[in-house]
């Protein structure tokens, strides 16, 4: 049972339509960002992608949530939902409900969903990462695999598509990263390479005190750069016969991107300065990506 279902609802009742309409209300409360940029898609893969939505979202909820003592136990639970799910035996709770008629739908290998819930279980076990290829490891599994799962739906013929996939996941995981160093470092959790911080002479010690400094600025720059190669490393993998399926995912990238330039606009300092936008500016960098790929099309 998903740690989301609402307390008071009759799950014998539970209609794949009620079931969808959950994991979108789910995903409109809880992902503005990710709820909008989808909505150019047609309504059958829409309701789909939120039933993905759902599913990471109670996963990360699973990992997050301070109030839930056996997390690797609730994990391991998890996946075997999960493979219930994939048998079509799970009837009352909406996530499952929904997933199991996307992942039937579009053929989903359950092999994503078990990388991205491997995701979450380095979330228990690990809070500092050595180097840039151990922390890869797991932005691919906490968001390259997401985009693999997506591109099923969406549907695509080349399969340098996968590769797009894989690299914006990188880079959306690494921005997160970036924007979220303050929040992390609260609970305790370093996703900055140590190797980087030992490069650039940022302790563990300047961070628990949000030193911002030169010292910081050279680390941050430094991060950002290596989001930025994969941006354009995802755009460069685009294929031109896929183009045009992929404009919700680029438009999640501009997004994102603009974001990362927000965090350079203000000199880094994520400690002092909350980076965000209106949702008036996110529509207009939504529908300009839209008409960009319209132009590129023709």
Same mark, same amino acid.
């Given at each position: 049972m998903s740690q989301l279902t609402t307390n008071k609802q009759d799950l014998s009742e539970m209609t794949l339509d009620k079931a969808y309409l959950f994991c979108r209300n789910l995903t409109r409360n809880n992902a503005k960002n990710f709820y909008l940029a989808f909505q150019i898609l047609p309504w059958i893969k829409r309701r789909s992608i939120y039933s993905i939505y759902a599913f990471c979202r109670c996963s990360d909820d699973l %990992? &997050?949530?301070? +109030?839930?003592?056996?997390?690797?136990?609730?994990?391991?639970?998890?996946? %075997? &939902?999960?493979? +219930?799910?994939?048998?079509g035996e799970i009837k009352n709770d909406p996530i499952f409900v929904a997933l199991y008629d996307t992942v039937k739908r579009y053929s989903i290998p359950k092999k994503y969903f078990l990388e991205l819930i491997e995701g979450m279980e380095m979330d228990i076990s690990v809070n500092r990462y050595e180097t840039f290829d151990e922390l890869y490891e797991y932005a691919y599994k906490a968001a390259s695999v997401v985009g693999l799962i997506l591109i099923e739906?969406?549907?695509?013929?080349?399969?340098m598509t996968r590769e797009y996939a894989k690299n914006l996941g990188i880079a959306m995981q690494l921005t997160n990263i970036i924007r979220d160093v303050k929040e992390d470092a609260k609970r305790g959790r370093i996703y900055l390479p140590r190797e980087d911080m030992i490069r650039f002479g940022y302790s563990e010690k300047d961070l628990f005190?949000?030193?911002?400094?030169?010292?910081?600025v050279r680390l941050m720059e430094y991060q950002?750069?290596?989001a930025i190669f994969y941006y354009q490393k995802a755009t460069r993998s685009i294929p031109p016969e896929d183009r045009n399926l992929l404009t919700s995912p680029e438009i999640m990238k501009n997004i994102y991107f603009h974001l990362l330039n927000e965090i350079v606009g203000k000199g880094y300092n994520i400690f002092h300065n909350r980076i965000q936008f209106s949702n008036l500016t996110k529509l207009f960098i939504a529908v300009r990506t839209w008409f960009r790929i319209q132009l590129q099309q023709q």
């Open positions: %990992v &997050d949530d301070p +109030a839930i003592k056996d997390r690797a136990g609730l994990l391991e639970k998890w996946k %075997v &939902d999960l493979a +219930a799910c994939y048998r739906i969406f549907g695509y013929k080349n399969y005190a949000n030193e911002y400094g030169s010292k910081f950002v750069a290596r």
